[in-house]
């Protein structure tokens, strides 16, 4: 099995600056499609961004412009950088992978069902 470690959580001020990192382990990460998912107290757990195995990324609209997702494969690592963080980012933040994902389309990244392995999570806060 893949087993996914979340850190870097925290809590930062509204306008600043996180980067969060999930370990792999397990697999061949750089087969890997890699996502991040967050989910606010009484909210469903929503996406965020994805990055797949060609490094071709993917973004919610609440976070296009201000989050980066990347991924450094001979540390088997995947990062979500945010920048210009506010009130409504704050959410517990899960890292997911999936192996199996070449025979679908990116269209399924965003969903929750297109990934088999997640992590504990790591909490955000932003103040204000």
């Known amino acids: 099995q893949v087993q996914l470690v979340e850190s870097g959580g925290g809590l930062v001020q509204a306008g600043g600056s996180l980067r969060l990192s999930c370990a792999a382990s397990g697999g061949t990460f750089s087969r890997y499609l890699m996502g991040w998912f967050r989910q606010a107290p009484g909210k469903e757990r929503e996406f965020v961004a994805a990055?797949?195995?060609?490094?071709?990324?993917y973004y919610a609209d609440s976070v296009k412009g201000r989050f980066t997702i990347s991924r450094d494969n001979a540390k088997n690592t995947v990062y979500l950088q945010m920048n210009s963080l506010k009130l409504e980012d704050t959410a517990d933040y899960y890292c997911?992978?999936?192996?199996?994902?070449?025979?679908?389309?990116?269209?399924?990244?965003?969903?929750?069902?297109?990934?088999?392995?997640w992590g504990q999570g790591t909490q955000v806060t932003v103040s204000s």
């Open positions: 997911a992978a999936d192996r199996n994902a070449y025979y679908r389309g990116s269209y399924t990244y965003t969903r929750r069902s297109a990934y088999d392995y």
């Open positions: 990055i797949d195995w060609s490094r071709s990324t």
